[in-house]
């Protein structure tokens, strides 16, 4: 049963537009919530987080929404850049657990 | 600099062999985790460690075995039991809760059995 869900496994966005990423949980026991960016064989770099007791967080061009009564939470990049396009993970972590369980991932892809 | 270390980027094995795949972190956290990530897949959690001499098994931790005899290290064994282990292997670690919930990644070691 996959706690964290991506549901679009990409995604094609024209460079200077906004890119969207969704994630949806299932557990409402969930304090945090991450997004990574990763590069083909490389480690994921961490982007953004927000706590379960938020509905926005904001860093530069990257901004995380969370809807906890839909259990849904999304990344708007904007504007979208060519050095954007990467496979973007959302994560969550349980409350008062060291875990971190990740959807499987949307691949965004910036059009020049 | 701090940061996470994985050796080797690039490792083959013989299948029936045991592989050691190392993790090295400067970053004085207290945890530390193994994911293992296939083509089209998420990232799976196979270990982790919230402090030294104590670990927990994720969700696919058979074939798999790790030791934490220090806090910098946390390394994955890869047995022969382990019925498809060619994937890519990442390691974390994150601070304690109330330091920031963010986990930092190594650059991952490819595992290919021949």
């Known amino acids: 049963d996959q706690q964290v869900k991506q549901n679009s496994p990409s995604l094609s966005v024209q460079e200077g537009r906004i890119s969207i990423l969704n994630c949806d949980y299932t557990n409402s026991m969930f304090d945090y919530f991450l997004w990574y960016k990763k590069y083909p064989a490389e480690g994921p770099t961490f982007l953004i987080s927000i706590s379960s007791i938020k509905d926005k967080n904001e860093d530069g061009r990257f901004t995380v929404f969370l809807n906890k009564s839909a259990k849904h939470l999304s990344l708007h990049i904007v504007p979208s850049q060519p050095g954007d396009s990467a496979v973007y993970f959302c994560a969550a972590s349980p409350m008062g657990t060291y875990k971190y369980i990740f959807g499987t991932g949307t691949r965004l892809k910036v059009l020049a | ?114």
């Open chain 2, 1 to 114: 600099d701090g940061g996470i270390t994985q050796s080797p980027k690039y490792l083959f094995r013989k299948e029936g062999q045991n592989v050691t795949l190392s993790c090295e972190q400067n970053l004085n956290h207290d945890a530390m985790y193994w994911y293992r990530q296939d083509p089209g897949q998420g990232l799976r959690l196979i270990y982790y460690s919230q402090i030294v001499n104590d670990f927990q098994k994720g969700d696919i931790a058979e074939g798999y075995s790790v030791s934490r005899e220090k806090k910098e290290s946390f390394p994955l064994t890869v047995t022969s039991a382990q019925k498809n282990p060619t994937a890519f292997y990442l390691c974390a670690s994150s601070p304690s809760p109330d330091r920031g919930p963010e986990a930092f990644f190594g650059q991952g070691t490819r595992l290919t059995v021949v």
